[in-house]
């Protein structure tokens, strides 16, 4: 005979399901089988101990004289009830165990399919529950398996399995099977009714836990992260500010001979992190999201969230980066759209009015260039074609014509 007992037994030590909620699936699925049986589950007792593993079921009947039944779902006579203990009398309640195998081997297999689904399922939200309420949070894994387009991890303190896409490891990100993995809970979806666990090293969050981790300043509250930025694998801007004046938020982020920073380089794959001061200055935040290039002059529309950066020569491409990644970062930063300039000593340097071409150059062509701060033929030609083409509405053939104007100007 199948025991259903053996069933729930397995499952009671389930550490994702609170015993009340067991409990309360388990008396779900026996009164299901008593209702099937006898029609209705009113005067049945259902007693279920997930300590010790096992369930006691009790019919309780009202105990009337012989011929005197109405109802025999809730009635049983004097002579029945003596049947089962020679105590009882008339007005008195009946107790009468039931053992499973009073349900027949269908009923019990069909119980134990329903038993065995409810707890899975069960089993399943608490799971979904338990991760989101994580979301954001740090978590250390192994990794178990690698397949073509994730990485599967074995999460170190739940030992549940947990999904490291590709997309979200960092350039240089090579792992075996065996290795220990770092990230944080990006998300949790379901697949094919399945919550899958999703982690990322590449969302913001990521670093920002590394620097609580590193940063006792940070966790205590003395230091609060106000913005981060990343390409992740090649260059983070992290702009922070200290609510203690005695307290230098870059320099504690920082530590001592670059110690704290140095960890969290290495785990990102010696991606360049720039620690600057948050202001809500808006012209110094924009100085200070430019590290390593000194800023000369700085003119803000604020209306269209553009700002006019004017440099050295000798500045400007500190302030770009290497592929553009130093501007970009400062940009996403600052929620500014930064146009970069170079000075130029035009006592010196031989220059035109752009009015003055006129004649070549058709005059919304010329209106386009003076909107980016272009008014002479040098400054237009101190740009490069792709900047150009970016921050202008102008077409490329349009750009490659002028500047070919502007340049013969030069040469003759």
Not at 44 to 57: A, P, Y
Not at 183 to 205: F, H, L, Q, Y
Request: glycine share 6%; with cysteine.
């Amino acid at each position: 005979m199948i025991n259903l007992v053996d069933t729930f037994s397995d499952f009671k030590s389930s550490k994702n399901i609170d015993r009340p909620t067991m409990v309360r699936v388990l008396e779900d699925v026996f009164r299901t089988l008593i209702k099937k049986k006898f029609g209705s589950d009113d005067n049945f007792d259902v007693i279920v101990n997930t300590q010790q593993g096992d369930l006691e079921l009790w019919r309780v009947r009202e105990i009337v004289p012989d011929g005197e039944v109405t109802d025999d779902r809730s009635q049983i006579s004097i002579s029945e009830a003596l049947a089962i203990d020679d105590s009882y009398e008339i007005g008195e309640e009946c107790y009468e165990q039931l053992f499973l195998e009073d349900f027949g081997r269908r009923a019990i297999q069909a119980a134990r399919q329903t038993l065995i689904s409810r707890i899975m399922e069960l089993e399943k939200d608490e799971i979904y529950k338990k991760y989101m309420e994580r979301v954001g949070d740090m978590v250390v894994g192994e990794v178990g398996q690698i397949m073509k387009r994730e990485f599967l991890i074995i999460d170190d303190a739940t030992g549940h399995e947990l999904i490291l896409p590709k997309q979200e490891t960092i350039r240089g990100d090579f792992f075996h099977k065996g290795d220990m993995v770092r990230g944080i809970i990006k998300r949790v979806e379901m697949r094919n009714n399945t919550p899958a666990v999703i982690m990322s090293r590449t969302d913001n969050g990521f670093l920002e836990k590394l620097l609580e981790q590193e940063v006792p300043e940070i966790e205590d509250g003395i230091i609060a992260i106000k913005r981060i930025v990343r390409l992740p694998g090649e260059r983070a801007k992290v702009a922070v500010e200290s609510y203690d004046d005695r307290v230098d938020p870059v320099g504690a982020c920082v530590g001592m001979k670059g110690s704290r920073i140095h960890g969290i380089v290495r785990e990102l794959n010696n991606e360049n992190i720039d620690i600057i001061n948050y202001t809500s200055n808006e012209s110094l935040l924009i100085q200070r999201a430019l590290t390593p290039a000194k800023v000369t002059t700085i003119e803000l529309d604020q209306e269209k969230k553009r700002a006019s950066v004017y440099l050295e020569p000798d500045q400007v491409s500190l302030a770009i980066g290497k592929g553009g990644t130093n501007i970009k970062l400062a940009s996403k930063l600052t929620g500014y759209e930064i146009d970069v300039y170079r000075i130029t000593d035009e006592q010196e340097v031989e220059d035109v009015d752009l009015d003055e071409f006129s004649d070549e150059i058709e005059g919304w062509v010329i209106d386009e260039l003076k909107r980016i701060g272009c008014d002479t033929a040098r400054n237009v030609l101190e740009l490069s074609k792709e900047e150009l083409l970016r921050r202008t509405e102008l077409e490329e053939e349009t750009v490659d014509e002028v500047l070919k104007i502007l340049a013969a100007e030069f040469e003759d």
